[in-house]
């Protein structure tokens, strides 16, 4: 991160967490009470709403995915992006830098939608999203993007969609998180359970000796090819063989980890 940047997040951090608040711009959609439209496009502050994710791009700006919307950070300012590229007027809740440079955001009830640096194109349902809340984002190594929604799984190829659903084998239609591990399957976390996908078909895990998998929100793979699932009874690690859970008892603040 660009040391500009770096020395300007703990401030944009602190005004995250509280104490600045934008005024209202308009009414928020009438299916969607709780996005928050915001005054000004740019600002020196972000405005106090709730942010679901956030990433740095190669160029070292910040963008989050929150419920004002999109914003992107350039170690000045904060820009809030929308109609005016063709974003969707939404709740943000994932985004994720492809290997080409574009920004893909999944919003809650628009869809999810693909930035090239000056325009979007989105994609819903009837592009064959498997469902309009897009809850994650992953993009796996052969360039193909993932889609974890609130009623199945997704794949983009660059010209169409495949989704997945229950009743292809996905152990529960609410995704919430993806990791692919170093054999090349992608994991899935969702809100029934742990599975994972060989190209082939679904594959459920079981945590054998632990909490069962529930509602599993985070997924990451580590430097050493170990999974972690992070979830409300804990947090797992899974080395190949075995899974190893870690809860307050183990020294975690809290038990749920999202």
């Known amino acids: 991160m660009p040391l500009k940047m770096l020395s300007a997040l703990p401030v944009l951090l602190a005004f995250v967490s509280g104490g600045f608040t934008a005024p209202p711009a308009g009414q928020p959609p009438a299916d969607d009470p709780y996005f928050q439209p915001t005054d000004d496009k740019p600002a020196p502050l972000l ?5 679901r994710n956030m990433v740095q791009d190669r160029a070292g700006r910040v963008w989050f995915a929150t419920f004002g919307g999109v914003f992107r950070y350039d170690g000045k300012t904060f820009t809030n992006l929308s109609e005016e ?6 709740r943000g809740y994932s985004v994720l830098e492809d290997r080409a440079g574009n920004l893909w955001f999944g919003t809650v009830r628009r869809g999810a939608s693909r930035y090239d640096g000056k325009s979007a194109t989105t994609f819903t349902v009837k592009d064959g999203l498997a469902n309009n809340d897009v809850l ?3 993009e796996d190594s052969a360039g193909k993007i993932w889609f974890g929604t ?10 169409s969609f495949t989704s997945f659903t229950a009743k292809d084998g996905l152990v529960h239609d609410a995704v919430y998180s993806l990791a692919q591990d170093d054999a090349g399957q992608l994991w899935i976390g969702t809100q029934g359970g742990v599975c994972y996908f060989d190209g082939t078909g679904f594959t459920t895990v079981a945590n054998a000796g632990g909490p069962r998998f529930r509602n599993v929100r985070a997924m990451l793979k580590d430097k050493a090819g170990r999974l972690w699932f992070g979830s409300p009874d804990g947090v797992c690690r ?4 075995s899974f190893t859970t870690f809860t307050t008892k183990d020294g975690l603040p809290n038990d749920f980890v999202g």
Do not use: E, N, T
């Open 47 to 51: 405005p106090r709403v709730i942010m």
């Open 85 to 90: 590229v063709g974003l969707a007027r939404a």
């Open 136 to 138: 994650c984002l992953f």
């Open 150 to 159: 609130q009623g199945g799984l997704s794949r983009y190829d660059g010209k």
């Open 238 to 241: 899974y080395d190949g063989k």
